[in-house]
C-alpha cells in the first residue's frame, strides 16, 4: 500500500523557518520526481518545488531564495526547507510524488504564518 506521510507543517511567526518532511512507502515502480505544491484559501493548488531522480530541481519564483527542496540518500523521503516565512506562504503543504504510472499526492499539512 503506497503511503505519503508529510509531517513538519504548524504555526510559525513571520521571518520565522519550517521544515517540511515526506516519506514514501509502498511505491514499486521508479520515481522520478518528487515535489511539493501549495494551496491557500480560495486558490489553486501551485507549485512550490520539485527535485527530479537526478537531482535537478525547480523551484517557483515566489519561494526562490527562501526555500530549498532536498531528499535523502535512498530517494523516499523529500524535504522542504523554509526559511524567511510570509504571511502569503500560509497554505496547505502537499506532497507530490510522480513515477511513470501515476501520480501520488500526500493528505497534506497545514502551514500558517502569522504577522
Known amino acids: 500500500q503506497v503511503q505519503l506521510v508529510e509531517s513538519g507543517g504548524g504555526l510559525v511567526q513571520a521571518g520565522g523557518s519550517l521544515r517540511l518532511s515526506c516519506a514514501a512507502s509502498g511505491i514499486i515502480v521508479s520515481i522520478s520526481v518528487m515535489g511539493w505544491y501549495r494551496q491557500a484559501p480560495g486558490k489553486q493548488r501551485e507549485l512550490v518545488a520539485t527535485i527530479t531522480s537526478g537531482g535537478n530541481t525547480n523551484t517557483a519564483d515566489s519561494v526562490k531564495g527562501r526555500f530549498t527542496i532536498s531528499r535523502d540518500n535512498a530517494k523516499t523521503t523529500v524535504y522542504l526547507q523554509m526559511n524567511s516565512l510570509k504571511p502569503e506562504d500560509t497554505a496547505v503543504y502537499y506532497c507530490?510524488?510522480?513515477?511513470?504510472?501515476?501520480?501520488?499526492w500526500g493528505r497534506g499539512t497545514q502551514v500558517t504564518v502569522s504577522s
Open positions: 507530490n510524488v510522480r513515477t511513470i504510472l501515476v501520480d501520488y
